[in-house]
């Protein structure tokens, strides 16, 4: 008996959705593939002392099983949140206003994903990424292990529908979702804020993509 093996040919305007698609090998053999998403809105939400936030209403075509997947880009500058589901994609750039109080600063991340996710939100989380600590980075690593901690408090505390919270690390994630651990998501999603961008493929991660 011959073994027959069946290789497809992944293009640029790919929505994912064939079922015999090696999607990983694919995305490795074919270094130009990019995984297509279209802005269909950008809304500015608000500006407030704490922060500002740009609100983008994004179509991705991923196959998104059921349920609402989070993403978090931690910053202690600038913050991406995105969630993905089979209904909605949404992502949220937030550019913060730092406070030197290190108290102050784990309370406004409670209060940002309050407002963001949980008060103007009618879908409800079931699973959530957060992006770990790179360890290249060294630059205020203490504030960001304050604001990861700070979310998977504050997530449990306003979901009790979340049923998983991961901390990942950057290239397991890019490896994952691009196939490739040094592909950022910046590079690929152009026309979203690099935060945004980096907290949809974290949502993506969450939903097994």
Not at 136 to 151: F, G, N, S
């Amino acid at each position: 008996m011959t073994n027959l093996k069946i290789y497809l040919w992944v293009t640029s305007d790919c929505n994912l959705s064939c079922p015999l698609c090696n999607q990983k090998y694919a995305r490795n053999l074919h270094k130009g593939y990019n995984m297509s998403m279209e802005v269909l809105s950008k809304k500015y939400k608000y500006a407030s002392p704490k922060c500002s936030i740009e609100f983008y209403e994004i179509n991705t075509e991923f196959p998104i099983s059921s349920g609402t997947y989070i993403g978090i880009d931690p910053g202690t500058v600038h913050l991406g949140i995105a969630q993905v589901n089979q209904f909605k994609s949404m992502v949220w750039e937030i550019t913060l206003i730092r406070n030197p109080n290190p108290v102050i600063r784990i309370l406004d991340v409670r209060d940002i994903l309050q407002s963001v996710l949980y008060m103007n939100n009618s879908y409800i989380p079931t699973d959530v990424t957060i992006e770990g600590a790179s360890f290249a980075d060294t630059y205020r690593q203490v504030e960001l292990a304050e604001q990861r901690a700070a979310t998977v408090i504050y997530l449990k505390e306003l979901f009790s529908s979340v049923k998983e919270i991961l901390i990942v690390a950057p290239n397991s994630i890019r490896k994952k979702v691009f196939g490739n651990g040094k592909t950022k998501a910046q590079d690929v999603w152009k026309d979203i804020p690099p935060n945004a961008a980096c907290a949809l493929a974290c949502a993506l991660y969450s939903a097994g993509i």
